[in-house]
């Protein structure tokens, strides 16, 4: 088949367990929203509704400001080109993320400069961060540290790296929306429909600095501060009333929609504690939640465990593939040696996750996956 065919190729068949099976708001849900829509005739352009969310999520973060976008590779990217770092400069991130992260900080004029990151953590930490930029390979004008699955991070001591070194820094939240806890740097969340908080496609950008998050504001919307003048430079990121609508009914069932991912964590952890050699993040299911769940396997043990488990039709997901600088998109962008990078692509795999997914559903995956191991060793 020619290239320009592929788009009508036959479809991988869908496993009969999915890795993913998002739940958004119902209809009955949205639907007092919507009619509120339809009496103001309010449709985008920082209306009410969306005024309404940025509030809420204030409230929920304990955050100084927030406000809301398109979708997060917008929001990174507009939150990099608020703090204005020079065009064309490196802008460190970990080869450890989604391709997003990389996007964004090109879409902003930089260029994605991929680094290693901690092993325990999966982060890129600010003392690493201090040391790599003693050996950059040029100019660095921003740093975009991510928190891998929703992991939780300190951002403060982002603050102080940015206070430090003066550049420019934003945090790749994504799936942070229930361990995240903002600070002067700005964090951007992804509000896609995949994620625990999801609305379909948005972001929300935290920062207690209240000048940048008036910035980023601007600049998601044309560059216009009080007029119909564009004063800087400046991209159309803004979030609709109709985004903002599913955003307010996501929250209005936020507790159990938390509590129904708590569940799912919990369930996994019990029925993989007898399992030898996997482990889950720590306190994973006990004082956070995300809307994935990845495991780490022993090393040499994923060609087996992806076979028993795509074999009966388990769904399971190498997230990030095998780095941003496998991709075809990157491989030519400038690197460090990745050493730990190359390990969490042996060893990191995403399991079935989402609400309602049932308990004997989860110990029959993590009896598979068990019994996949048990093989492996012998």
């Not at 509120?36 to 920082?46: G, T």
């Not at 989604?98 to 260029?111: E, K, M, N, T, Y």
């Not at 403060?156 to 361990?179: C, Q, R």
């Not at 625990?196 to 948005?202: D, M, N, Q, R, V």
């Amino acid at each position: 088949m020619s290239p320009d065919r592929l788009w009508d190729a036959d479809p991988v068949p869908a496993p009969d367990i999915p890795v993913a099976r998002p739940r958004l708001p119902t209809a009955e849900g949205i639907l007092p929203y919507l009619r509120e829509i339809d009496a103001l005739r309010w449709y985008s352009n920082n209306g009410p509704l969306n005024r309404r969310f940025q509030q809420a999520l204030e409230v929920r973060f304990a955050a100084g400001h927030i406000v809301c976008g398109a979708n997060a590779t917008l929001g990174l990217a507009l939150a990099l080109m608020a703090q204005t770092p020079p065009k064309g400069s490196l802008c460190m991130m970990p080869s450890w993320t989604f391709a997003a992260s990389a996007h964004a900080a090109i879409l902003a004029g930089l260029v994605p400069w991929l680094v290693d990151v901690d092993l325990d953590s999966q982060q890129l930490l600010p003392e690493a961060s201090a040391e790599f930029l003693r050996q950059a390979p040029g100019h660095v004008g921003a740093v975009m540290p991510v928190m891998p699955f929703g992991r939780p991070m300190d951002l403060a001591n982002w603050d102080g790296f940015k206070s430090e070194t003066g550049l420019a820094v934003v945090i790749d939240a994504a799936a942070a929306f229930d361990t995240l806890t903002p600070s002067q740097v700005p964090a951007v969340v992804s509000l896609h429909a995949t994620k625990a908080l999801g609305i379909g496609e948005g972001c929300l950008i935290a920062s207690n600095d209240g000048v940048l998050i008036g910035e980023i504001a601007k600049a998601a919307n044309f560059g216009f501060l009080g007029s119909r003048e564009a004063i800087s430079p400046a991209l159309n990121g803004k979030l609709s009333e109709y985004g903002a609508a599913v955003g307010l009914a996501a929250l209005d069932v936020w507790p159990h929609t938390r509590a129904a991912y708590k569940h799912v964590a919990m369930s996994y952890r019990r029925s993989l504690a007898p399992v030898s050699g996997v482990s889950l993040p720590a306190g994973f299911g006990e004082r956070w939640i995300s809307s994935t769940v990845t495991v780490g396997l022993p090393l040499g043990s994923m060609d087996r465990a992806l076979t028993a488990l795509t074999e009966t039709g388990i769904g399971v997901r190498r997230w990030w593939g095998g780095g941003l600088h496998r991709q075809a998109a990157f491989a030519h962008l400038p690197k460090m040696p990745l050493p730990i990078t190359d390990t969490l692509v042996a060893t990191q795999l995403g399991l079935p996750c989402w609400t309602d997914l049932a308990d004997k559903t989860i110990f029959r995956i993590c009896e598979i996956l068990a019994e996949a191991l048990a093989m492996t060793k012998s």
